[in-house]
């Protein structure tokens, strides 16, 4: 294809630079071509603002610019968690000699995709083109009209075994434009078909979507699908994609698969799938191994290695939610009470470390932080090691343990003198789970159990101070800088996870958390309602566009901690988001857009139907629709999803190990999807409600309070759902009516009674 062969001829044809020019010193103290990023949106950005290259935000000024000085755009997405992205800054756009290129040959453009989730999707589907991989730093080469023609990830200023020189690069590039433009202008215009690309639509054989024709093996009505044979595809591709040996997916590095978990944690429940052994594998290497940080608590990104033994240090918030609430729902589904813990540990770590004064949770800790000296004091100016905050030395755990603790706890966490990272710094990783070396009391029976380290009932104490005083001396070291962002999507995962969790762990603490989130996002992102919804805010100013994921996240966390008695109207603020997300996103043939297509600068509306690191705004979006459908009496909702359902179902059907958040919808609308109505007062409605939130319902709507709830739907122009009439408690007496399809059971007045209800009916 003529695409890669120009792309890749211009990466291979690049040689090592030559040295940088003279006074590049007293260029790089100016450092100040980055300005137009100073007062940015995003703490990404603003780090920028003190380089060389003279960087524009995405937006007109850029491309008009590019357009009168007739030059390509140099397009750099990354995101301030990101540890390569700080090495390509600090090598690369702090060097005198690439500034200068890219300044006088260039118009760069600095975009973090945290707060533009759109252009990073469509441009990363340009690099797996170009390139055959994605990554960040995305750095990508267009035409003034926004077509990418190049690209690549990190490049270093001189040539690597692994990449070419960027200086040397930026000149072939730069003469392409000038000498072979007709052979540029065509790479990017059969590039802009994957600019395009659009899942639900059929592919030419080179890989580029069609535009304009449904898929042709897409069947017409929903009731011609199998849904039942999707899910149990779904099931055995997705138990088929664990390894039974080490955790998570096969090989290296090592991504947590909290999606995967979830669904098969609903699959044992509701059709009695064999997998919780595999499950537990994968549980127990994540917790037990570096990817779980031992003394803060909460997971990092990813592991590098087959035996998750080195961590990337990064932690985000849409990991630790999605983890959390994974931990507690393998608690509820098998007892296991190191589940229930890892869930609270990891709530806790995400309330003291991200937790932001308005109420909402900043989106990530960088991977990278500052070394410093034995107070823990930053070294002056020095540059970001990556992990530095989270490793330790023998000396340093002595000096906070003393000898004996120090040496002990070394020997219990795979630290040693020379290091199990680097340099004589280890991370701490327990060499057994907490219950294994808590029940050994026999010496000899951990091999290389350390002699100073008490055993049996002593041993978790003992343990618990140890981490307590390491994590209070970590606290005084330099820390991981926090992007103080608030993303709509990522705090609408963490809404679901803390209400949800809060039932399955029986924790008020955690449910007090998910109301204040909740009020937190009403009176921050959409303090006007749903019309005034943004996307973020940053140092207390909301900004954005809202885009699908954020609509359907936000709904489904308001749906979700709705059914809590102090949630007053949360239900018909999920009712009404959804109403506006319909209204923005639906395709009329079927499925959902990601944008309402209002960026001039980019083609198309985007379509992500993959579940990734984040599930995918249509996976969220079809399981808001399917549980809010039952008190949607007009049947839009219902609808909607059914028509997507029918759209999605053949890409599902090739590959469904890429969809468990879509497969946990399918089983919703597979059914049975129960509706659960409780009514009443004081102990015996708070045991009903206990019931139903500590039991795992994958597929499940619950209204706890029905008059409250029509009175608030009817402020949203809902009148008296069907589903709600006529669920009145005797006075001072509980109900609880559990039905399917509006088809109920007899109601119930005790737990146990409904425990066995939800049981038979939502279980196979």
């Not at 088929?240 to 698969?257: C, M, Q, R, V």
């Not at 990817?291 to 990064?314: A, I, M, N, S, T």
């Not at 009712?575 to 980019?602: C, I, N």
């Amino acid at each position: 294809m003529k695409l890669v062969t120009v792309a890749l001829l211009l990466l291979a044809c690049a040689a090592p630079g030559s040295g940088q020019a003279e006074g590049e010193q007293a260029a790089l103290a100016a450092r100040t071509g980055g300005w137009r990023l100073a007062h940015a949106t995003s703490p990404y950005l603003r780090a920028h603002a003190d380089n060389p290259v003279e960087w524009y935000p995405w937006g007109p000024e850029a491309f008009a610019r590019a357009a009168e000085l007739d030059r390509p755009i140099f397009l750099s997405i990354g995101y301030s968690a990101c540890h390569w992205c700080h090495r390509m800054e600090h090598d690369t756009f702090e060097d005198a000699e690439c500034a200068r290129l890219l300044n006088e040959n260039f118009v760069s453009i600095k975009v973090d995709r945290e707060e533009r989730p759109d252009i990073d999707s469509r441009f990363m589907q340009a690099l797996v083109v170009i390139t055959g991989g994605g990554g960040w730093p995305a750095s990508l080469f267009l035409t003034p009209e926004g077509l990418a023609f190049a690209g690549g990830t990190y490049f270093a200023p001189e040539e690597t075994a692994q990449t070419p020189g960027f200086r040397q690069l930026l000149t072939d590039i730069a003469g392409l434009w000038a000498t072979q433009r007709s052979n540029v202008l065509n790479a990017a215009a059969e590039l802009r078909d994957a600019l395009l690309h659009d899942p639900l639509l059929p592919t030419a054989t080179d890989g580029v979507a069609t535009a304009g024709t449904p898929a042709a093996d897409a069947p017409k009505e929903p009731g011609s699908l199998d849904l039942a044979g999707l899910v149990n595809r779904g099931l055995l591709e997705l138990t088929g994609s664990l390894d039974g040996d080490h955790g998570g997916t096969f090989g290296a590095p090592k991504f947590p698969p909290p999606m995967t978990i979830s669904f098969l944690l609903g699959q044992h429940r509701r059709n009695g799938a064999d997998v919780l052994p595999l499950l537990r594998t994968t549980l127990d290497a994540m917790a037990g191994g570096a990817l779980q940080d031992h003394v803060g608590g909460g997971f990092h990104r990813y592991c590098v290695d087959l035996d998750w033994k080195v961590p990337h240090f990064e932690k985000m918030l849409a990991d630790n939610a999605l983890l959390g609430l994974a931990y507690a729902q393998a608690h509820a589904v098998s007892g296991h009470g190191e589940d229930a813990e890892i869930a609270r540990r990891t709530f806790e770590f995400v309330v003291r470390e991200l937790r932001l004064p308005d109420g909402l949770y900043a989106s990530s800790l960088d991977a990278d932080s500052l070394p410093f000296d034995e107070r823990g004091r930053a070294a002056p100016d020095a540059h970001v090691d990556e992990g530095r905050v989270y490793l330790w030395t023998i000396p340093e755990l002595k000096a906070v343990l003393g000898e004996q603790d120090g040496l002990a706890l070394a020997t219990l966490f795979h630290a040693d003198i020379q290091g199990n990272f680097e340099a004589g710094r280890s991370i701490l990783r327990p060499m057994a789970s907490r219950a294994t070396l808590a029940a050994d009391t026999e010496a000899g029976r951990i091999a290389g159990w350390p002699t100073e380290a008490p055993r049996g009932a002593a041993l978790l104490p003992w343990l618990d101070d140890c981490l307590a005083r390491l994590a209070a001396a970590r606290a005084r070291r330099p820390q991981p800088f926090r992007d103080g962002k608030a993303l709509a999507a990522q705090n609408g995962l963490l809404l679901s996870a803390f209400a949800r969790s809060a039932g399955l762990l029986r924790d008020d603490a955690l449910a007090d958390r998910a109301l204040e989130l909740a009020t937190a996002i009403k009176q921050q992102l959409m303090p006007g309602g749903p019309a005034s919804f943004k996307h973020q805010t940053f140092e207390g100013v909301a900004s954005g566009e809202p885009d699908l994921l954020d609509h359907a996240a936000v709904a489904r966390g308001l749906l979700d901690a709705s059914s809590s008695p102090a949630a007053g109207d949360l239900v018909a603020d999920a009712f009404a988001l959804t109403v506006q997300l319909l209204d923005r996103f639906e395709d009329p043939d079927g499925g959902f857009y990601d944008t309402t297509g209002s960026d001039p600068h980019l083609p198309g509306r985007g379509r992500e139907v993959w579940d990734g690191a984040l599930p995918s705004g249509t996976s969220v979006t079809l399981q808001v629709l399917l549980r809010l459908a039952p008190l949607d009496d007009s049947g839009r909702f219902q609808r909607a999803a059914q028509r997507a359902i029918v759209r999605l179902a053949p890409l599902v059907e090739r590959m469904p190990q890429g969809f468990p958040e879509l497969l946990a919808a399918l089983e919703m609308a597979r059914g049975p999807l129960l509706e659960i109505v409780i009514d009443g007062e004081g102990q015996a409605f708070d045991a009903l409600l206990h019931e139903v939130h500590g039991t795992l319902l994958p597929a499940a709507l619950v209204v706890s309070n029905p008059a409250l709830a029509r009175s608030a739907l009817a402020r949203v122009g809902v009148e008296s759902p069907s589903l709600l009439e006529d669920r009145v408690a005797p006075p001072g007496e509980a109900r609880a009516w559990v039905c399917v399809n509006h088809a109920c059971l007899l109601p119930t007045s005790t737990a146990e009674a409904l425990g066995e209800q939800l049981q038979a009916a939502g279980t196979r």
